[in-house]
């Protein structure tokens, strides 16, 4: 309606007025798509994911955490390591979009780096056999918890290798990032089930010689938080 009154009443050139409103419609359809890229694709991405899990892992999240896990504000989320998918089974009841770290393993990965650093902003750790002095990494948890991310954090930084010891002792990074922030709230999670499963060492590496899983219990504990 506007391009025909403009051109009838305002004695506006036809093609100028056409084109005019053409190059408009493209920037604002142009607006909300990036608008709709940015807000939607990331839970998008994680409904597609869980999706896919869904016949391999029935994922139960319980514990006092979850009904007061706070939807906004600096937070951190540590939990023991078994398998590859523990990001996966965490994030799933974390009711808020997290900050994951993760090894240069994985994150180097070419998809997978792709979406680490455009979908999930993920802090990446350089894989190193021997940590010396303060990662740099930690200096950019500390910078998402002061723009109020939540972060998750595996601290024993190894995926567990043995039966007998299903859980190694941290690493210090925990303690590098609290000295910085003493007041964040920490969520200390357990994962149970994960261990043994297609992505575990238990039996083998990863997905070696293995089934995939089916409908695999999954069980994540979540405390109140320490602070």
């Known amino acids: 309606l506007l391009p025909a009154a403009a051109v009838r009443f305002g004695g506006?050139?036809?093609?100028?007025v056409r084109d005019s409103f053409t190059l408009g419609a493209g920037l604002a359809l142009g607006v909300a798509a990036a608008f709709a890229w940015k807000?939607?694709?990331?839970?998008?991405?994680?409904?597609?994911v869980a999706g896919s899990a869904w016949p391999a892992y029935r994922?139960?999240?319980?514990?006092?955490?979850?009904?007061?896990?706070p939807r906004g504000g600096p937070c951190l989320v540590i939990a023991n390591h078994a398998c590859w998918f523990d990001p996966l089974f965490l994030g799933k009841g974390v009711p808020r979009p997290v900050t994951p770290m993760m090894t240069s393993v994985f994150f180097d990965l070419p998809i997978?780096?792709?979406?680490?650093?455009?979908?999930?902003?993920?802090?990446?750790?350089?894989?190193?056999?021997?940590?010396?002095?303060?990662?740099p990494e930690l200096g950019e948890a500390v910078a998402a918890l002061d723009r109020g991310e939540c972060v998750v954090l595996f601290p024993e930084g190894y995926l567990r290798r043995s039966d007998d010891r299903p859980l190694k002792r941290f690493g210090r990074g925990v303690w590098h990032i609290l000295e910085q922030?003493?007041?964040t709230p920490v969520y200390a999670c357990w994962i149970e089930g994960a261990w043994g499963s297609f992505t575990s060492y238990r039996g083998g590496n990863p997905t070696k010689n293995k089934r995939p899983d089916f409908w695999r219990r999954i069980r994540v504990a979540v405390p109140a938080p320490v602070t």
Do not use: C, S, Y
């Open 12 to 16: 506006a050139d036809p093609a100028a």
């Open 39 to 48: 807000r939607l694709f990331r839970p998008a991405f994680e409904m597609l």
């Open 59 to 69: 994922i139960r999240h319980v514990g006092p955490g979850l009904a007061e896990f």
């Open 112 to 135: 997978i780096r792709w979406l680490m650093v455009n979908v999930f902003h993920t802090i990446r750790v350089e894989e190193k056999p021997l940590k010396q002095g303060v990662p």
């Open 181 to 183: 922030r003493p007041d």
